[in-house]
């Protein structure tokens, strides 16, 4: 496999390591998405967070419903649906990106590849159609389906550009090792608590 295809199947598997994680251990399937066109949006809203560092630019975005949000927050922050309102839902999915950000730059920083991180935001679904054309022509997107145990689903996309693919290679072993060890890679100070 080809340093940017890996990269991008390495950003998905830690988004879906990192997010079982902030649902309490619910399991999440994760299947590569085939977009039918360039117009498509692949949900109402985006959350989204950036990573850049000399090795390249990433952009992880997850993009959700509401109904699929809600459920999310729900089990990660063990209520009820009906409790959680939409603004917790929001805050909850701009956490996920948080988490998976962190997660993804502590591995990579664990490696001597500094790494500077934006905060989490929020856009409209339709948004991310801009996004597509103002992408760098170096850059690649996967997309893929993530579908939660027990209903839900909702879409990932890691927008990888790599400027230096000889640096992800030096470190591919412990990447790799980090796809198949899941959070036992993660050190114990990795423990999920939201203050709501």
Same mark, same amino acid.
């Given at each position: 496999?080809?340093?940017? $295809?890996?990269?991008?199947? @390495?950003? #998905?598997?830690?988004?879906?390591? !990192?997010?079982?994680?902030? +649902?309490?251990?619910? $399991? ?9 066109? %360039? ?9 989204? +967070? ?28 063990? !209520?009820?649906?009906?409790?959680? &309102? ?18 993804? !730059?502590?591995?990579? =920083? ?20 801009? @996004? ?9 997107? &996967? ?27 030096? +470190?591919?072993?412990?990447?790799? %090792?980090?796809? &198949?060890?899941?959070?036992? #890679? ?6 999920? =608590?939201?203050?709501?």
């Amino acid at each position: 496999m080809d340093t940017i $295809k890996f990269a991008n199947s @390495f950003f #998905a598997t830690m988004a879906k390591q !990192r997010i079982e994680k902030m +649902i309490r251990g619910k $399991k999440i399937s994760l299947d590569p998405l085939e977009l039918k066109n %360039a117009g498509d949006v692949l949900g109402e809203h985006i959350s989204i +967070i950036m990573l850049w560092s000399p090795v390249g630019a990433m952009f992880l975005k997850i993009h959700f419903d509401l109904n699929a949000a809600k459920q999310m927050a729900a089990g990660g922050l063990e !209520r009820s649906l009906e409790d959680v &309102s939409k603004e917790m839902a929001f805050d909850f999915m701009k956490e996920c990106s948080n988490g998976v950000g962190g997660f993804v !730059r502590s591995l990579f =920083e664990k490696n001597q590849l500094l790494m500077g991180m934006s905060l989490p935001f929020l856009a409209d679904g339709r948004d991310e159609v801009i @996004f597509r054309k103002i992408r760098d022509p170096r850059s690649v997107a &996967s997309n893929w389906d993530l579908k939660l145990d027990g209903g839900g689903s909702f879409r990932y996309t890691a927008e990888v550009c790599l400027l230096e693919p000889k640096s992800i290679e030096k +470190i591919r072993p412990q990447l790799e %090792a980090a796809m &198949s060890e899941g959070d036992k #890679a993660e050190s114990k100070e990795g423990e999920v =608590e939201f203050l709501f």
